[in-house]
């Protein structure tokens, strides 16, 4: 059975500091997605990772993936208050699009 | 582009009466997934179908539960009768892409805003 894990799954953090979410998962997989999360609301695609050492960056968030190691990190730098919000990352248990198993989430709440 | 649409938004019910969650994917998607949320369990994949048909039924809880897909363009998942513990928030999603990555494309899921079922 697939099994993703997120740490921490709560993160407060100051404004203008940076941190690293880590997505560690138990089988092989070539593709790892990042979704943000708002309270209330649906989950939204921020990044797609289809291969080792794939690397992606968007604003103040960065994310790669090593396979060989089987773990995904999300990188914020120099938070703003306007990332706090639930972070997921998803892993996809084979071939098959779509059937994908989430980690925890993690919490970040970032303030002044 | 109209993203993923469920309807209701919200649904307060009580125990035993039955549930229809109602879901139309992105025009020309050929998958569509329901997954449920819950504080306790996380997101989890309930079913999911290929060009209507379903794939996996395999993270459907009981007998309770029962998804269908009558067309390309739309999707119900019914739960008859509804309990308590069925209390979640549940997504549906769709993916551009069938069947395996061999096809190409990235896999990934676009989610609608998700029903907010409560069962009293």
């Known amino acids: 059975e697939l099994k993703v894990e997120q740490n921490p799954l709560f993160l407060s953090m100051q404004e203008g500091k940076n941190y690293t979410i880590y997505c560690n998962y138990s089988t092989t997989s070539d593709r790892l997605y990042w979704y943000r999360q708002d309270p209330g609301k649906s989950l939204e695609s921020l990044f797609v990772l289809l291969s080792n050492g794939a690397v992606k960056q968007e604003g103040r968030l960065m994310a790669s993936l090593d396979t060989k190691a089987r773990l995904s990190t999300l990188h914020i730098t120099a938070a703003v208050h306007d990332l706090s919000a639930t972070y997921f990352c998803?892993?996809?248990?084979?071939?098959?699009?779509?059937?994908?198993?989430f980690g925890q989430g993690t919490i970040l709440t970032v303030h002044p | 582009d109209a993203g993923v649409i469920q309807s209701p938004r919200h649904e307060v019910t009580e125990m035993g009466q039955e549930v229809t969650l109602r879901c139309k994917p992105i025009?020309?998607?050929?998958?569509l997934f329901w997954y449920r949320q819950t504080m306790m369990r996380g997101l989890e994949l309930l079913i999911y179908?290929?060009?209507?048909?379903?794939?996996?039924d395999s993270g459907m809880p009981e007998d309770r539960f029962s998804a269908k897909m009558p067309n390309a363009s739309f999707s119900t998942l019914k739960i008859q009768p509804s309990e308590p513990r069925d209390s979640a928030v549940y997504f549906c999603a769709s993916s551009p892409k069938t069947g395996t990555f061999t096809g190409g494309g990235t896999g990934e899921l676009f989610f609608g805003e998700g029903s907010r079922l409560t069962v009293l």
């Open positions: 998803a892993v996809s248990g084979g071939t098959s699009y779509g059937k994908l198993t």
């Open positions: 179908f290929n060009n209507n048909v379903p794939i996996d």
């Open positions: 025009s020309g998607h050929n998958s």
